[in-house]
């Protein structure tokens, strides 16, 4: 019998807040947050993040159906929701890195002098 690979998977969701009111934009929000969940994605920071056993086109299936369903969910001001939307993507979080982080190869300060950084 074989193993399935467990990947995890993150979706990036931007609304376009410099074209549309912040008002509609929350709204949109609020609804893109509960169909996303609805679809077994959790929030972690910015993204929503789903682990799994499928492969990638699965998670990008759930996410567009999630978003599918907005118009059906809510009001949207007689627009179709995608005109609210500025990104929406996939990562794969084994090639994701946080660069608020230091650098693995940097190593943690642990005393700096005027000419040199102590490295460990």
């Known amino acids: 019998m074989m193993n399935k690979t467990i990947k ?3 979706v990036v969701i931007n609304l376009d807040y410099s074209h549309q009111s ?8 609020d609804e893109i947050v509960k169909n996303m969940m ?6 972690d920071k910015r ?3 789903m682990t799994t056993t499928q492969d990638k086109q699965y998670v ?12 059906e969910d809510v009001e949207v001001f007689n ?3 995608f005109r609210y939307i500025t ?3 996939t990562v794969d979080m084994s090639d994701y890195v946080d660069l608020r982080l230091p650098s693995s190869n940097l190593g ?3 005393k700096e002098s005027s000419q040199t950084n102590t490295y460990y």
């Open 47 to 49: 993204m929503f993040i």
């Open 87 to 89: 990104d929406f993507f």
């Open 60 to 71: 990008c299936d759930k996410a567009r159906q999630a978003l599918n369903n907005l118009d």
């Open 8 to 10: 995890t998977y993150g």
């Open 22 to 29: 912040q008002f509609e934009c929350k709204i949109i929000w």
């Open 38 to 43: 609805n679809e077994g994605f959790h929030i």
């Open 108 to 110: 943690i300060i642990l």
């Open 79 to 81: 627009q179709h929701s």
